[in-house]
């Protein structure tokens, strides 16, 4: 399996623009999760979705964030608009909750919003 | 709610020494634990966890990590440190939430450097 697959892998944006983040999660697995990563708050989950129906979304930041899953093998996160303090690396999991949730882990995508 | 405390941010040491990285946890009923590495621009990837029974585990790359429930802890350690074990680890304890998937909290993380 190719593993978590996350686009773009760097993305570089000025303050007031839409971003959107794709992630395609492991075959087969049910469960999708986001996450970002700061240096000042370490790695926060934003929000999760169990066979594409969010679960949880209390650690969305406010309402400029926004998160979908329309079909088993796709996610996207947007930021409309972006600000600086946006920038981090968003990663995204995925797990079959069954096993015990073992989240594999994409590769992120660093996003700088200048 | 749970949290996951690692004490140290950084910490240094020869290639060939012993290696123990901190992990202590709080959680209000059986944890499951995990241990993570990020090497450099990217991704996590799992190296052990603990789920039930014997409370010695051992993961990939040669490292173990015992949970101790009295001591609210789970350390990761490896006899033998390699260069390419530099990396950031980072500990996370899985509460059941809705269905069988966990909400993870992470600790900060404890960035390991080796030196030659």
């Known amino acids: 399996d190719a593993g978590v697959i996350q686009s773009p892998r760097h993305e570089v944006t000025e303050m007031g623009q839409e971003v959107t983040l794709r992630c395609k999660p492991i075959?087969?697995?049910?469960?999708l999760f986001w996450y970002r990563q700061t240096m000042m708050r370490g790695l926060e989950l934003l929000i999760y979705f169990n066979n594409n129906v969010p679960i949880d979304d209390s650690g969305m930041p406010e309402d400029r964030f926004s998160a979908k899953m329309p079909n088993a093998s796709f996610s996207t996160l947007k930021i409309q608009p972006s600000e600086p303090r946006d920038s981090a690396v968003y990663f995204c999991?995925?797990?079959?909750?069954?096993?015990?949730?073992?989240?594999?882990f994409g590769a992120g995508t660093r996003l700088s919003v200048l | 709610a749970q949290s996951v405390t690692q004490p140290d941010i950084h910490i240094t040491v020869s290639e060939g020494a012993s290696l123990e990285l901190r992990c202590n946890y709080s959680?209000?009923?059986?944890?499951?634990l995990f241990w993570y590495v990020q090497s450099p621009g990217q991704g996590l990837q799992l190296l052990l966890k603990?789920?039930?029974?014997?409370?010695l585990v051992q993961g990939i790359k040669g490292f173990e990590a015992e949970f101790k429930r009295s001591q609210s802890s789970f350390n990761l350690r490896k006899p033998s440190v390699h260069w390419s074990d530099a990396a950031e680890y980072f500990c996370?304890?899985?509460?059941?939430?809705?269905?069988?998937?966990?909400?993870?909290?992470f600790g900060t993380g404890t960035r390991l450097q080796v030196t030659l």
């Open positions: 603990y789920f039930s029974g014997d409370t």
């Open positions: 959680y209000g009923a059986t944890p499951y």
């Open positions: 996370a304890v899985g509460a059941l939430t809705t269905g069988t998937a966990s909400k993870l909290t």
């Open positions: 075959s087969g697995h049910d469960y």
């Open positions: 999991a995925s797990s079959l909750g069954r096993y015990k949730n073992i989240q594999y």
